[in-house]
């Protein structure tokens, strides 16, 4: 390594300062050995369906059977999956790798603009999606390159009560818009047609792409973040090791509201938490605060990952004080900085430390976490992990001393082979040396300890999710009475931040209702604007650049209404 690395001297004791990247060749490696180890404990569970691993290695057999041996799919084709936590999901995702083949995880909250841009991108061949969604999918599935679909409803694997539970999402809560596309597969088929196969050795190399993780990275529109089984295999690695020293393997409950979708539930929940034998407790809508405490309370949970939005929004349910947290051992926050506030009353009512950790969907994703001993929230986003270094490097690149603040970076096998068939924006991403660049702004402390400053790019963080302003600009300029837009984040004291825009007419007449229920058909919930302000210009640059950061600075610290 080229620089000390003072967070050696902090780690927990029993933490090695590497891994060992080589011991699994591919994720389904580390999968089937958690699998054949744990084959009588529960795996995961939703809405009181209990799944073990033994059934959960079965179904994902036969779904991997059903890819290869019925659609006849070739090794590295992409399958999108569109869906939120449900037991479908892991043995989707586990039945995709398993077959070699490449998951392209989708927001079900996409609009069909979002959603017809990662299928045309990603060159996704199939998708499996719940019937909530199947409409998206049929307005957006011209021009891309599916060639398969597979629909499921939520209650299709709940066993007997399954069938009211799709009854009244379909016909009591009108959840379920009504589609039609033709040669639709249901999943449960997909899986009875995938047991008359059987499923081959299938070789998968390390560098073979496990997930195309889509993410906006440092700018604009999303690009997939290319993460080979050595990147996930590596995160796995790392992650279990750190929190190691605290999880007793076969032995833990997991609380999952985050959805499998984002990077952050998928490998410390789904993945990391599998390898150590864990129950996954599924939460299907955790935006159902009163109906996300009432599980809490039917299970003992041991361990909770989220972001400080939903940890922000269960302290102020009623109810979640009366929970047993008898049993509640780790509580991991990542995905946007936790605030102090949230932290401090989280212990108060858990009794248990809100522990911070820090990744991106390019590191596949954690790169720092603190100590799992740590007594009580410091403000940090940790030490980096075993194999993993990172420093702060200034303006011309060169690695900062202890204290200054500069652009954060990251090094380690967990760092993405780059984004899917953009070199150029690889290359702005991962210098020479191999270092991710983060568009954080951070400082490390003597002993090693990173703290996250500001960040660097104009992008807005909304729950955890990444908003860019440049996809919100883009759809709000397409109305016709838009002179210039220009969007910023303004503190939210709910969601961290919410989205503002600010805009310039064309059409004196144009109203704030008309902007947002624009900006409802075409973006998902969090990238909506809450607040639309309108101006006679907009500040900008010489060369007519809109200067953003300007506008964002005029905005009142106090949270927003």
């Known amino acids: 390594m080229t620089h000390d690395r003072p967070w050696l001297a902090q780690y927990p004791a029993g933490v090695p300062a590497e891994i060992d990247v080589d011991e699994f060749s591919s994720v389904p490696a580390v999968l089937e050995g958690a699998m054949a180890n744990f084959r009588d404990r529960p795996a995961f569970s939703n809405m009181g ?25 070739k090794r590295g084709d992409r399958v999108a999956i569109m869906m939120p936590n449900c037991l479908q999901y892991p043995i989707a995702t586990f039945g995709v790798l398993r077959a070699g083949l490449t998951v392209v995880n989708v927001n079900p909250m996409y609009t069909v603009r979002e959603l017809k841009h990662q299928l045309v991108d990603s060159g996704a061949v199939a998708i499996l999606v719940l019937d909530n969604f199947g409409s998206t999918v049929q307005k957006s599935l011209a021009g891309t390159s599916i060639r398969h679909v597979l629909t499921t409803g939520l209650g299709d694997l709940l066993g007997a009560k399954g069938a009211i539970v799709n009854f009244v999402l379909r016909h009591v809560k009108k959840m379920v818009p009504d589609y039609n596309i033709q040669g639709a597969v249901r999943f449960r088929d997909a899986l009875s047609l995938g047991k008359r196969h059987t499923l081959p050795d299938v070789q998968i190399d390390p560098t073979d792409i496990a997930f195309l993780q889509y993410t906006g990275g440092t700018t604009g529109v ?60 599924l939460i299907t809508n955790p935006r159902d605060m009163p109906g996300f405490v009432k599980e809490l309370n ?16 269960l302290l102020n349910t009623p109810g979640f004080d009366r929970v047993d947290f008898s049993s509640l051992r780790l509580t991991l926050g990542g995905g946007m900085a936790v605030q102090r506030a949230v932290a401090e009353r989280w212990k108060q009512v858990t009794g248990c430390t809100l522990i911070e950790a820090y990744g991106l969907t390019e590191t596949s994703p954690a790169a720092c976490i603190n100590p799992m001993t740590l007594a009580e929230y410091n403000g940090s986003i940790g030490l980096p992990i075993p194999s993993t270094d990172a420093c702060v490097k200034g303006e011309d690149g060169a690695m900062l001393a202890a204290g200054e603040v500069g652009e954060l970076c990251i090094r380690g096998p967990q760092v993405m082979a780059g984004y899917w068939q953009r070199p150029d924006e690889t290359a702005k991403a991962i210098d020479a040396d191999g270092w991710l660049h983060t568009g954080d702004m951070a400082r490390m402390d003597e002993n090693g300890f990173f703290y996250i400053v500001d960040r660097k790019k104009d992008m807005i963080l909304v729950s955890g999710f990444n908003v860019y302003p440049n996809e919100v600009e883009d759809v709000i300029a397409m109305m016709p009475g838009v002179l210039e837009v220009a969007a910023v984040g303004v503190p939210d004291e709910r969601s961290g931040e919410v989205v503002k825009v600010f805009v310039v007419r064309k059409d004196p007449s144009l109203t704030a209702d008309q902007i947002k229920a624009h900006a409802r058909e075409h973006l998902t919930g969090y990238k909506q604007p809450r607040q639309v302000e309108f101006r006679t210009e907009l500040p900008k640059t010489n060369v007519g650049k809109i200067l953003r950061r300007e506008l964002k600075e005029e905005q009142p610290a106090a949270p927003a209404a």
Do not use: C
């Open 49 to 73: 369906k209990v799944m073990t691993y033994a059934e959960i290695d079965e179904a994902s057999r036969h779904f991997a059977a059903y890819l290869l041996g019925e659609l006849q799919l």
């Open 222 to 281: 999303a690009k997939g973040a290319m993460l080979t089984h050595r990147n996930m295999v590596a995160n796995m690695q790392q992650a279990s090791a750190w929190i190691g020293q605290v999880v007793r393997p076969g032995e833990e409950t997991i609380v999952t509201a985050l959805p499998l979708y984002h990077i952050f539930a998928l490998t410390a929940n789904g993945l990391v938490f599998m390898k150590l034998g864990g129950k996954n407790l």
């Open 298 to 313: 039917r299970e003992r949970f041991t361990a909770i990952t989220g972001v400080n939005t939903l940890f922000n929004g």
